[in-house]
């Protein structure tokens, strides 16, 4: 059975920060593509990073270019990622999932996710 775990959101203030973990069982997902999404009360899930198994690229939405930094642990079968400098338009259910690309429109499977909360 494939899955991943989110964990790591909480409160936090505006300027500070968080590490999120995405633990994946069932596949090795070096093998693919890991990807973190987030979606905020009303909106639509949105693209937030994503780190590439094929040649290791890593790519994020301009809002949060500078900001947050997506990582992995291969011998944890873990991507993180750190985000810095948040701000309350980040606050979302943050939710990782694997595909065989970036690119991909596949993305799967989704979890409960882990939320974040930044207050101004």
């Known amino acids: 059975e494939v899955q991943l775990v989110e964990s790591g959101g909480g409160l936090v203030q505006a300027g500070g920060s968080l590490r999120l973990s995405c633990a994946a069982s069932?596949?090795?997902?070096?093998?693919?593509?890991i990807g973190w999404f987030r979606q905020a009360p009303g909106k639509e899930r949105e693209g937030v990073s994503c780190?590439?198994?094929?040649?290791?690229?890593?790519y994020y939405v301009d809002s949060v270019k500078g900001r947050f930094t997506i990582s992995n642990d291969n011998a944890k079968n873990t991507v993180y990622l750190q985000m810095n400098s948040l701000k309350p338009e980040d606050t979302a259910v943050y939710y990782c999932?694997?595909?065989?690309?970036?690119?991909?429109?596949?993305?799967?499977?989704w979890g409960r996710g882990t939320q974040v909360t930044v207050s101004s």
């Open positions: 999932a694997a595909a065989l690309g970036c690119a991909s429109n596949d993305f799967g499977p």
């Open positions: 069932g596949f090795t997902f070096d093998d693919y593509a």
């Open positions: 780190i590439s198994s094929s040649d290791g690229t890593t």
